[in-house]
């Protein structure tokens, strides 16, 4: 059941509240609708609220998201969403209307996102890390948010750059609609962030944001320049891994916990958490890349070898036995897919993923160690498992 009333949330207040039902979810939060008005959020455009909507509606608007949170859990594990899933549900519709637009292209390529599905996992971030210390979901939607755009601007750039046609089994953005498109859509996602953030949030929260930016941009200028290099060291690779991944995830712990007011020893150990963890999901990510099912990954496996980026696995192989093997194929640049296979069986000879995973399960405990700490409560808790399920995925 969906009830409405109120005027439209137009992202300039938090006052009166809004209840929606989708399944067995149930969310109920403060909203805007205007200086003292109570009521609940209105419904998406063309429903009215004396109207019931049918299943299919309720699937079109919702089913996405739905879908999008259920993608973040290993089948087996535990959901460590499951504290903020109906947090997640009204970040995912926070974006929903960010992300409208009056031109229909515009509306387009950001609906393809937002449908093509996702962890969410920068929100996720944000929402636990201020709730673990005492937040309130309203201070940390917008924040949240900003994180997910931000995140999605470097995808759409990302793919352009790495000549990716698809990602998460549909096609890319500029592989759909061209290239210029995707450079000035994915500004255009960088400025929409920016602006949710200087509406909703500190100067403050805004630094660390434009700090973020800058350090993934270098990052992806350091992968650039290592690209088909294979002397390239371990040390390198984890200064790039940081840059592009680790500083983005641990800043969005540090986000959540500035934007519930927490002290800085406290942002401190949430940032520490959150870059740990960002380095771990990165390395976990390389190993998927070369051992993966396609299916499962949304995206062709070897896509970092076709690119000429040498991740820790391929990096330790070439350091063993199989260093020179690897090098004679290597060298033969661009690489088909065949010799992608070559290379890929090649390090799963070696010592390159066992060694990853060390490296992954080492990053892991060390995220966990750095929520000694905060309070015990349900959200430090899903912290906690939630770098647990992230190495269960190689494990």
């Known amino acids: ?63 996405e998201a739905v879908a999008v949170l259920g993608q973040s859990v290993t089948a087996g594990g535990a959901d460590p969403f499951a504290t903020v899933r109906s947090d997640l549900l009204v970040t995912e519709q926070f974006l929903r209307e960010q992300l409208a ?57 990302d793919d352009l750059v790495d000549e990716s046609v698809r990602r998460r089994g549909v096609p890319t953005i500029h592989a759909r609609w061209g290239v210029p498109v995707a450079v000035l859509f994915g500004d255009h996602l960088f400025a929409r962030a920016f602006s949710v ?48 991944t680790g500083h983005f995830i641990g800043e969005c712990c540090r986000m959540g916990a500035r934007a519930a007011g927490s002290s800085p020893a406290v942002e401190q150990a949430l940032a520490a958490f959150g870059t740990h963890m960002g380095t771990c999901f990165q390395v976990v990510d390389d190993i998927l890349d070369l051992v993966a099912d396609e299916a499962v990954l949304g995206k062709p496996t070897g896509s970092d070898l076709r690119s000429g980026v040498y991740t820790l696995p391929v990096l330790r192989a070439l350091a063993g036995s199989s260093g020179d093997p690897l ?66 995925r190689v494990v």
């Not at 009830?3 to 399944?23: H, Q, S």
């Not at 031109?103 to 890390?129: C, I, T, W, Y």
């Not at 979901?137 to 931000?150: F, K, W």
Request: glycine share 8%; charged share 25%.
């Open 1 to 63: 059941m969906m009830r409405a009333a109120g005027n439209a949330l137009d992202g300039t207040k938090y006052r009166g509240t809004w209840v929606v039902e989708v399944g067995e979810i149930r969310l109920a939060r403060r909203a805007a609708f205007g200086e003292d008005s109570e009521g609940v959020m209105d419904l998406p455009r063309g429903v009215t609220s004396q109207e019931r909507p049918s299943e299919g509606d309720l699937s079109s608007v919702w089913g």
């Open 101 to 157: 637009d009056e031109d229909p292209l515009m509306q387009e390529l950001g609906l393809h996102l937002l449908n093509g599905g996702g962890k969410r996992l920068r929100p996720a971030l944000v929402l636990l890390s201020g709730q673990a210390t005492g937040g309130h979901v309203d201070q940390l939607t917008p924040v949240a948010a900003a994180c997910e755009l931000i995140h999605m601007a470097t995808l759409v750039h």
């Open 197 to 244: 953030l200087a509406q909703y949030s500190t100067p403050g929260i805004v630094r660390i944001m434009s700090d973020v930016v800058a350090r993934m941009c270098a990052g992806e200028i350091a992968e650039l320049q290592a690209q088909w290099d294979v002397e390239t060291t371990e040390d390198a690779y984890f200064v790039r891994v940081h840059a592009k």
């Open 327 to 392: 090098r004679q194929i290597l060298a033969h640049k661009p690489l088909d897919a065949n010799a992608v296979r070559l290379v890929q069986e090649l390090v799963r000879r070696s010592d390159g993923l066992d060694y990853a995973q060390e490296k992954a399960l080492g990053l892991a405990r060390s995220a966990q160690q750095s929520l000694a700490t905060l309070p015990p409560n349900a959200y430090r808790n899903a912290l906690s498992t939630l770098s647990e399920e992230l190495v269960r």
